[in-house]
């Protein structure tokens, strides 16, 4: 499976992003019975869990830092997975990652995941 994500760039705070990341591969049927996520690392830090969304996208959850600011959602017609991130902050400046859960249903860590794409760099500018 690859994982494409895109959509980053520099934004200033109290702005808006959408990443996109699309799946692609023989497994692309898979991914659609698997949950997804969405990790941030930024310089210096340990990646950490920022969204995730079950198979059939019914059941979300997010980190407590952009709760109510992020939005996680996916399209299986299209093996997308999206986030949208809205009221941006100097602290959200990171690298984001998507990848695909070992399971139907989202966990909150690194080893709930198994594919991993190349990361799209978010930068919040004050």
């Known amino acids: 499976v690859q994982l494409q994500a895109s959509g980053g760039g520099l934004v200033q705070a109290g702005g808006s992003l959408r990443l996109s990341c699309a799946a692609s591969?023989?497994?692309?049927?898979?991914?659609?019975?698997?949950?997804m996520g969405w990790f941030r690392q930024a310089p210096g830090k340990e990646r950490e869990f920022v969204a995730g969304?079950?198979?059939?996208?019914?059941?979300?959850t997010h980190a407590d830092s952009v709760k109510g600011r992020f939005t996680i959602s996916r399209d299986n017609a299209k093996n997308t997975v999206y986030l949208q991130m809205n009221s941006l902050k100097v602290e959200d400046t990171a690298v984001y990652f998507c990848?695909?859960?070992?399971?139907?249903?989202?966990?909150?860590?690194?080893?709930?995941?198994?594919?991993w794409g190349q990361g799209t760099l978010v930068t919040v500018s004050s």
């Open positions: 969304i079950s198979w059939r996208g019914d059941s979300a």
């Open positions: 990848a695909v859960g070992r399971s139907s249903y989202a966990g909150n860590y690194f080893s709930d995941y198994t594919y």
């Open positions: 591969g023989r497994s692309g049927r898979a991914v659609s019975n698997n949950a």
